[in-house]
């Protein structure tokens, strides 16, 4: 006998359930992702630009170091020639 007074209890508020419509929240949470991938975009390309300026500092670094070495190998390459003359 309880169980059909559940019954009858949950069936008469089911038909009480009032339906709404979800398009306007899902309208407003597209439009608000669209902020966050601006947000994210705008994020992602400052990161990029900063490490592009990173690695255009290591690439100058290196560039030089190279060039140090180049002179280094001439130096040592006329000595060569010296000692061999010699």
């Given amino acids: 006998m309880l169980s059909r007074a559940i019954k009858s209890s949950s069936a008469s508020a ?3 359930v009032r339906y709404f419509s979800t398009s306007r929240a ?3 949470e597209s439009g ?3 902020g966050r ?3 994210h975009e705008k994020e992602r390309a400052q990161e ?3 490490i592009r300026k990173q690695e255009e500092a290591q690439l100058k670094k290196l560039k030089e ?4 070495q180049k002179k280094t190998i001439e130096n ?5 020639k010296n000692h061999k003359s010699k």
């Fill in 14 to 16: 089911a038909s009480t």
């Fill in 26 to 28: 899902m309208f407003i």
């Fill in 32 to 34: 608000s992702n669209i």
């Fill in 37 to 39: 991938d601006s947000f």
């Fill in 48 to 50: 990029n630009v900063y």
């Fill in 65 to 68: 170091k190279l060039e140090e």
């Fill in 76 to 80: 040592l390459e006329e000595e060569l």
